[in-house]
């Protein structure tokens, strides 16, 4: 596959992975006048703002206790224009409608997910730009970044574990499983505490993710790897209900592809 | 004072990717009836909050799973409102009823509450941490009262 190919992919998966969190979104904001109402941007109402802090406030204000739907709306339409067309200024105001739409929530809705959506969105604006100024450099640099992000997403997740007493005895999933707020299905807890079997997993996830960026680069045709990965986010969502992370990091693989079949001279 | 205000907005573009790095201590809620109009319901005894669907997970759940994500983003809303806590300082400290992110908690357990017992006309809650003794490897958790709000009534605008 060439530049504009993979570009051309990550494009719909992105344009699909926004859609979905859209629709989503309609969905949980019919419900935010009863739950979660007040945007968390701010702590507390200070009483001696300045001009321009109480100018902004009246902006989000507005926005969120008015125009939600109607910036959600806003991000629907862009994201089919971007479907059909990829240009910078389409994601560019993707880009900004995210932001906004995470802002009503402190920065992130849904964590992980929002941070990989933003990751794609700004190296498909790099490339944009690239393009109209004709760069080559620009515009690789634009995909590189989405595969560098996505390795270290697994990667940097992977060593953390890895450095964790808890996670290699296999300590660390059980609890999570067994006492976080995930909806996690009871077969699956009463199997985790199961020593061997909570140690296996933690193992596999602890290989996956620390190995991933070698194996990426060694065997060069990275499509199984790609498979085992999203396989790993399918069993994730079924676990953990985090359907979200799916979408947002299956956007990041055509990049992933892309880095793993170029050869670097070091 | 604008830059405080703003910075949030840029959250997403700076990722850490440290998920997991430290197994963090799970805020737990739970609730009592202290008066309904049905007497029944009344109780000392405390019980979980456990916002979930309880729905199966399926293959179309994948595309469009609104509710599981909302519930998602009031554990991390309750994430917010024990930092907000523990930010501040000494002199706001009684302002904990203010805080945007203790009045959208408080919104989902009266919705939960009424939703599972419809006549309850007042209720208390409290926060708890389950923390972990990970040194000797406790399976048992700790558990720490970090909130406590007695009288929250549906009443109440």
């Not at chain 1, 680069?217 to 079924?238: E, K, W």
């Amino acid at each position: 596959m060439n530049l504009e190919e993979i570009v051309r992919l990550t494009r719909y998966l992105l344009s699909i992975s926004i859609l979905i969190q859209s629709f989503e979104m309609i969905q949980i904001s019919n419900k935010l006048n009863d739950l979660l109402l007040l945007p968390l941007y701010q702590n507390l109402k200070i009483d001696n703002q300045n001009f321009w802090a109480q100018k902004i406030q009246h902006f989000f204000d507005l926005l969120y206790k008015k125009y939600f739907k109607f910036l959600i709306y806003t991000q629907i339409l862009i994201s089919l224009a971007f479907l059909c067309q990829g240009n910078s200024v389409f994601v560019f105001l993707l880009l900004l409608c995210h932001l906004l739409i995470n802002f009503r929530f402190k920065g992130s809705f849904n964590g992980g997910s929002d941070y990989m959506t933003s990751i794609v969105m700004t190296g498909l604006f790099i490339y944009y730009l690239g393009q109209s100024k004709e760069t080559l450099l620009t515009t690789q640099f634009g995909i590189y970044y989405i595969g560098i992000q996505s390795i270290l997403s697994y990667f940097i997740a992977g060593i953390v574990k890895l450095k964790q007493k808890e996670w290699r005895n296999g300590t660390a999933l059980k609890y999570i499983c067994m006492y976080s707020n995930y909806t996690v299905p009871p077969w699956f807890i009463e199997i985790i505490q199961i020593k061997t079997f909570s140690c296996f997993l933690s193992w596999i996830v602890i290989l996956l993710e620390c190995l991933m960026p070698i194996v990426l680069f060694l065997i060069g045709n990275s499509v199984y790897l790609l498979i085992s990965l999203f396989i790993f986010h399918i069993i994730n969502y079924f676990l953990f209900g985090i359907n979200r992370f799916v979408f947002a990091w299956l956007a990041s693989y055509p990049a992933l592809f892309y880095l793993s079949n170029r050869n670097f001279s070091f | 004072m604008i830059f405080q205000i703003i910075l949030p907005l840029f959250r997403t573009l700076l990722p850490s990717w440290r998920f997991f790095e430290r197994l963090t201590p799970f805020p737990k809620i739970y609730y009592k009836i202290i008066e309904a109009k049905d007497q029944q319901i009344i109780s000392n005894e405390w019980q979980l909050l456990n916002p979930n669907n309880s729905k199966k997970r399926t293959i179309g759940k994948l595309f469009y799973n609104p509710e599981e994500n909302l519930i998602l983003a009031f554990w991390t809303q309750v994430e917010h409102l024990l930092n907000d806590i523990s930010s501040l300082n000494s002199t706001d400290s009684h302002r904990i009823y203010e805080l945007n992110s203790y009045i959208n908690v408080l919104s989902v357990i009266k919705n939960e509450v009424k939703l599972k017992f419809p006549s309850c006309i007042s209720f208390d809650f409290k926060i708890e941490i389950i923390h972990f003794d990970l040194s000797s490897n406790q399976v048992m958790p700790q558990n720490l009262q970090v909130l406590y709000s007695s009288g929250v009534s549906f009443n109440e605008s």
